[in-house]
């Protein structure tokens, strides 16, 4: 049996970092897979306890030298002292490396205008007194890293900084300090050079950071929004507990304006519940005894108390946050080319710097060329830009859905939903309320409404059949209490008999009016016309003679129908599915703007009706809300779940629909569309950069300090581009 864990990872500073941390945990026994995330700076791992620890885990990534540290369950407290820990340490030591560095750019300034007054500050001794903190104290972590990626077979941006910075520092002590002993001049000085590119390295490092940080703000949401504490009824009294010491079976009293502590079911009183964490929709929804209420969402108006029936981690914002982290820590397949690109990008770079250094040497014989262009080389390229290009935007993708009630399972589920050609609607639940509503009720011979609608109510009172008690509820909530019939009789698969007031009443269909010998011709016509339109209508008979009809439908959800013509302006192919037969399917279908149906489909076939779209070319989705909606759901290439559904459906999809609403369907489309366009905006600018820069470098038309500085802000640029999403308006259908 696997587990799955989290762990923190820090000290990556590129795509090659989280590369080989991912290598060497899959290297271990016991560790199914893996994903390391640059972005987030955490690892996924799925392993087996029987075959391995998570200890050995944590000290196999402290191995290849970073630190790791498991979270049992993250709060926004411990994940903002991480952010906020690694923030502050690269601004103290950018603020260092900037103080001790601006006198070696002034330098650079006074040689190049000759200012004889600060010529001081171009004395070798000064300049490497300046250099050298820079150089090994502040610059140690490059050395360091670059030694680990060395060890690992696995250069990375760290190894490009070290050598680049290396051999500007050690160039400047050979012209200043050996050079000049033996001709008696200074052919010049780099100094500034090195330590200027990793004040920069870090100055971009440090914005990173802060963009980084960012792009996970809706996940620092989602933990903030669980409460501290709850008031509990133990032993007669309340009590104010913390959160973690609520336990299923306990009651728990809720005060307007309060955040509803855990999962559960309300007991006493009434209120509306602000849902809109959950939902994305803002109207609260009124709660009353046996209503289910979700914890973290706010009750707005009343004082109740409800039962708690799911606690910890067991909550529904609980299994939100689990179910973002998981899409967030994933990859998608685009950036397995990222990923290739990476592990090769750092020995392809110090090969170009090595072979630029010979040609300036030997083809131009200028050895101060060719080393100051191989510095450049070094220096420019950049794989954290490929690094954070798919990443970055897949959290603040997933992030922008969770937010407005749009699940998104993994980054594979949201670049798959980009490409997608069809869409299958199940009828009951998603199209449609998914329960029978009182549509119609018609008078054949001039009897009163609302009399014909009271005998059928009173008839139905006794009945458990699904119509039956559709028509009793509809009565009751009309005109109160409802009374009691005389007699009663439920008649199976025809319908029902019962005295009513001394007379006897007959609901039900034309079978149980032909056996009860009632005459039931002149009601045929108006009752084709009902059904034509998708309903279900029943006879009503008082005394042997047929008085009226009543209709019974499954209505359409508002909003089904403007958003079904939404995805086909998306250029989407869009089919119901249903068991029902052909007729009522044409007529649900017909009012919801849907041309393609698929009728009388057996539940276990729903599935083989996917794959037989899919055989057609098209890139399916499925979308529906019941247990037997769940084959479908697994075997569409992105399953879509209504989350006032069943938890099967839930865990059989890739995509979940928290208020389900249809017009989310079209959001979590576009919203995907709009994120694979941003993935491919990063790399195209990641490649292109490198593409560009490193030629320019290698002709020698780039001072090093220049590419430092571009190599600093093109990942900056990456991750600003992702942080663009967060404009993503989901549009209400």
């Not at 997608?420 to 029978?436: Q, S, W, Y």
């Amino acid at each position: 049996m696997s587990e799955k864990a989290s762990v923190i990872i820090s000290g990556m500073t590129c795509a090659t970092c989280a590369a080989r941390i991912e290598k060497k945990i899959n290297s271990l026994d016991g560790v199914e897979r893996s994903a390391v995330n640059f972005a987030s700076e955490k690892a996924t791992v799925e392993y087996s306890p029987q075959r391995i620890e998570l200890s050995e885990i944590l000290k196999a990534v402290q191995a290849v030298g970073y630190q790791a540290e498991l979270i049992e369950e993250e709060s926004p407290d411990n994940k903002k002292e991480l952010h906020e820990r690694e923030i502050r340490k690269l601004r103290v030591t950018f603020i260092a490396s900037a103080i001790l560095s601006l006198p070696l750019v002034l330098a650079m300034f006074v040689n190049i205008f000759q200012i004889h007054s600060l010529s001081l500050l171009h004395q070798p001794l000064i300049q490497l007194l300046l250099a050298t903190p820079v150089q090994f104290i502040i610059g140690y972590r490059f050395y360091k890293n670059a030694f680990h990626s060395i060890r690992a077979k696995s250069p990375g941006m760290d190894m490009l900084v070290a050598m680049g910075t290396s051999a500007a520092y050690f160039f400047s002590i050979y012209n200043g300090f050996i050079k000049v002993t033996a001709e008696g001049e200074n052919p010049g000085l780099y100094f500034e050079a090195s330590a200027i590119i990793i004040t920069l390295v870090l100055l971009g490092k440090l914005l990173e950071a802060l963009a980084r940080g960012r792009t996970s703000e809706a996940i620092k949401r989602l933990i903030g929004l669980k409460p501290k504490t709850a008031r509990v009824i133990r032993d007669g009294r309340e009590e104010d507990i913390l959160i973690h010491e609520v336990t299923a079976g306990d009651l728990v009293v809720v005060r307007p304006g309060e955040k509803i502590p855990v999962d559960g079911e309300v007991t006493e009183g009434a209120s509306a519940v602000d849902e809109s964490m959950i939902t994305g929709e803002s109207i609260p929804l009124e709660k009353a005894a046996g209503d289910r209420v979700i914890g973290a969402t706010v009750n707005r108006y009343g004082t109740f108390t409800f039962r708690a029936t799911e606690v910890g981690k067991d909550t529904v914002l609980s299994q939100i946050i689990k179910v973002v982290e998981e899409a967030q820590g994933s990859k998608a397949p685009i950036q397995r080319l990222a990923d290739r690109v990476a592990g090769i990008f750092v020995p392809v770079v110090i090969a170009i710097a090595a072979v630029t250094f010979l040609v300036w040497l030997l083809a131009a014989g200028n050895l101060t060329m060719g080393l100051i262009s191989a510095v450049a080389v070094l220096v420019i390229a950049c794989p954290c830009a490929m690094g954070l290009a798919t990443p970055t935007a897949i959290m603040v993708g997933t992030g922008k859905g969770a937010e407005n009630g749009i699940l998104i399972r993994s980054g594979e589920s949201l670049e798959r939903a980009y490409t997608l050609g069809a869409v299958v609607l199940d009828k009951t639940g998603t199209i449609t309320r998914g329960e029978p509503a009182l549509t119609d009720i018609v008078s054949l011979n001039g009897r009163d409404h609302k009399e014909l609608l009271t005998l059928a109510g009173i008839a139905e009172k006794r009945s458990e059949h699904p119509l039956g008690v559709t028509i009793y509820e509809a009565v009751r909530k009309k005109a109160g209490e409802v009374a009691d019939p005389v007699s009663f009789e439920a008649i199976p698969g025809r319908g029902v008999k019962a005295v009513v007031n001394g007379r006897t009443v007959y609901v039900g269909t034309r079978k149980l009016m032909e056996e009860a010998g009632i005459e039931g011709a002149a009601a045929e016509e108006k009752m084709l016309m009902l059904e034509e339109e998708g309903k279900t209508v029943m006879l009503i008979a008082v005394d042997r003679s047929v008085e009226g009809l009543i209709a019974v439908a499954d209505e359409i959800k508002e909003g089904s129908a403007a958003a079904i013509t939404e995805l086909k302006k998306m250029g989407l192919e869009v089919y119901m599915i249903t068991g029902d037969n052909l007729k009522t399917a044409r007529a649900i279908a017909r009012q919801a703007g849907i041309d393609k149906v698929m009728a009388e489909v057996l539940p276990e076939r729903k599935a083989q009706a996917v794959e037989e779209l899919k055989k057609q070319g098209f890139v399916v989705a499925m979308v529906g809300d019941g247990i037997n909606d769940a084959p479908a759901l697994a075997a569409a290439d992105i399953g879509m779940a209504m989350g006032t559904g069943t938890d099967i459906a839930m865990e059989s999809a890739d995509i979940t629909l928290m208020n389900g609403e249809l017009s989310k369907i079209a959001a979590a489309i576009e919203l995907s569309r709009k994120t694979m366009r941003k993935i491919k905006q990063n790399l195209f600018w990641a490649f292109f950069y490198n593409a560009v820069g490193i030629p320019f470098a290698a002709l020698g038309m780039l001072n090093p300090i220049i590419a430092g500085a571009a190599m600093a802000f093109s990942s900056v640029s990456v991750v600003s581009n992702s942080l663009s999403l967060k404009r993503f308006k989901i549009r209400k259908a």
